[in-house]
């Protein structure tokens, strides 16, 4: 796979450069500079879920890694089940949320960490990265006890749940969180910021694990071709997909899909109130506000890292702006939204109440649409408790994180003082 710098198409990097890295100079991120079709569509979607990904990963990545290696990755990070459940005619509600941290993240989280024990053997390696919630358990569970790597998380303090933090915090040895006073976005900057000093970058062998690396998004494009091949067959040329969305790394693998032949009518991106990219879709300005926090904590923020690969596949026209949604929901919306898909008999968190929001005012009466569970329920187990009126069954690993103390430090919003403390721990 052949990549380059949607900021500086002169610089070019092949899959492993791209996964090694992380962001591009300029901090712009790398993106296929083109995207070749499968050939057997049909034929793959009759396989099962980790034959069939691995196909796909070998297809995306190319020569660069034998497809008996990617597929034994595969197997090994892709090791829980992917749901497809009807919960009303014609709408299916997508599951991602059976992995090790209840969340969507932890495909892409584990198919990076398979990928860097392959590139990196023997070389030290942190991974610093910032998380609005989920993205901070996934790469913690990942990557911890794994030799040689250690892993930095930064996340806003107090603006995520209980159980979304005690799933990182708790873990200790190789997981070093820390909880700034500041917003998610803060936290990107932070890392940006890293990234950008050489020194640092060298000395502890640098790489970040947010959505901008590459190896997430080829993972998760896996799972919407799973969504698809649940389908029953006559109604998969007309889904529309409904994706709730953040750093729109997730939209974007479902792009990455349908560009590479995957049968999809329309995607929708479905946002909180942090609406940068609905406002885009209005006037073409990009005019990003100050983050807002939401009950969707995990969306809140407002300069999408992903949007440029998004974009380049709209403006390339390889995926039609005619196919594609961008609305947001509002927090009393959100709320109401939860309530009526009680209703029809099954519990969404807030994430995946606005995903299926962005398919009520979108999809045509005779599509089909599939919105994306991306959190279990328990994860947001205070406000789904409260605004449904219901008693939540804590899944294991939840509970077991629960009862454990949180290890994390807590950190000013200031370049200096994380650069310092890097130094000390981990030089
Ligand atoms: C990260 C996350 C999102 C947003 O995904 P992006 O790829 O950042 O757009 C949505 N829901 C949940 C539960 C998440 O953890």
């Not at 090994?76 to 299916?92: I, K, M, R, S």
């Not at 090790?100 to 989280?109: E, I, Y």
């Not at 030290?124 to 569970?141: F, N, R």
């Amino acid at each position: 796979m052949q990549l380059h710098n949607l900021k500086e198409y002169s610089q070019k990097v092949s899959f492993v450069d791209a996964v090694k890295t992380g962001l591009g100079r300029n901090q712009g991120v790398f993106f296929p500079e083109s995207l070749a079709p499968l050939s057997d569509v049909d034929a793959l979607l009759d396989m099962d879920f980790v034959t069939r990904s691995g196909k796909i990963l070998s297809h995306l990545i190319g020569g660069e890694l034998p497809s008996d290696t990617v597929a034994q990755m595969v197997k090994n990070a892709f090791n829980f089940p992917v749901n497809l459940v009807e919960v009303e005619d014609n709408t299916y509600c997508l599951e991602l949320f059976h992995g090790p941290t209840l969340a969507f993240k932890d495909f892409g989280g584990r198919f990076m960490a398979e990928c860097l024990a392959q590139f990196n053997q023997g070389e030290k390696v942190t991974i610093l990265t910032a998380t609005s919630g989920d993205t901070g358990a996934a790469v913690a569970h990942a990557f911890y006890n794994k030799p040689n790597i250690d892993v930095v998380i930064l996340y806003p303090k107090g603006k995520i749940s209980l159980a979304q933090q005690k799933l990182f915090t708790t873990l200790g040895d190789n997981i070093h969180c820390y909880a700034i006073e500041g917003s998610f976005d803060d936290c990107q900057e932070l890392v940006k910021k890293s990234f950008l000093d050489e020194e640092l970058k060298s000395k502890l062998g640098l790489n970040s694990a947010n959505s901008i690396n590459i190896s997430r998004l080829v993972a998760q494009v896996c799972y919407y071709f799973e969504a698809i091949a649940q389908l029953p067959k006559e109604k998969r040329a007309t889904a529309h997909i409904s994706v709730p969305s953040g750093n729109f790394g997730n939209v974007c693998a479902a792009m990455i899909g349908a560009v590479i032949g995957m049968p999809v009518g329309k995607l929708s991106a479905t946002t909180n109130q942090n609406d940068t990219v609905p406002r885009f879709m209005l006037d073409k300005n990009w005019t990003p506000n100050a983050t807002i926090e939401s009950l969707s904590n995990a969306m809140d923020v407002s300069k999408p890292n992903n949007w440029p690969r998004v974009q380049s596949m709209l403006d390339n026209n390889w995926f039609s702006y005619d196919n594609f949604y961008s609305v947001s929901v509002d927090e009393q919306q959100t709320q109401t939204v939860m309530k009526k898909i009680q209703q029809l008999g099954y519990i969404a968190e807030p994430h995946t109440a606005i995903a299926y929001q962005g398919l009520v005012e979108n999809k045509a009466a005779d599509a089909v649409g599939i919105f994306l569970a991306t959190a279990h329920p328990a994860k947001f187990k205070d406000s789904v408790e409260d605004i449904l009126n219901v008693e939540l069954d804590m899944p294991k690993p939840l509970a077991d994180a629960l009862a454990k103390p949180c290890l994390a430090t807590d950190m000013h919003n200031d370049y200096g003082i994380l650069r310092t403390e890097l130094f000390k721990k981990l030089a």
